[in-house]
């Protein structure tokens, strides 16, 4: 179904993060974070937590992107 790039915990949250290395002008990493990929990312979660369930309903859940454009990570 896919991956996860990063799935990291601090304190009470784990999060999933999306990383886009971005060299475009026009657009935005951001643009190609769509509904289509937010809900890839919540069923591998899902799968994640299924797997692990050591730490299902021990966390708070977050999504995130992580733009690297120019050398700059935002």
């Avoid at 002008?25 to 799968?47: D, G, H, V, Y």
């Avoid at 050591?54 to 690297?68: A, C, G, M, N, T």
Wanted: charged share 25%.
């Amino acid at each position: 179904i896919g991956e996860i790039d990063i799935i990291s915990i601090k304190e009470n949250t784990i999060y999933f993060s999306e990383v886009k290395n971005w060299t475009s002008k026009f657009s935005s990493p951001l643009e190609s974070f769509t509904n289509k990929k937010i809900n890839k990312m919540r069923k591998l979660a899902e799968i994640f937590f299924s797997k692990y369930t050591e730490y299902d309903k021990k966390y708070l859940v977050s999504f995130s992107l992580i733009e690297i454009n120019s050398g700059s990570v935002n």
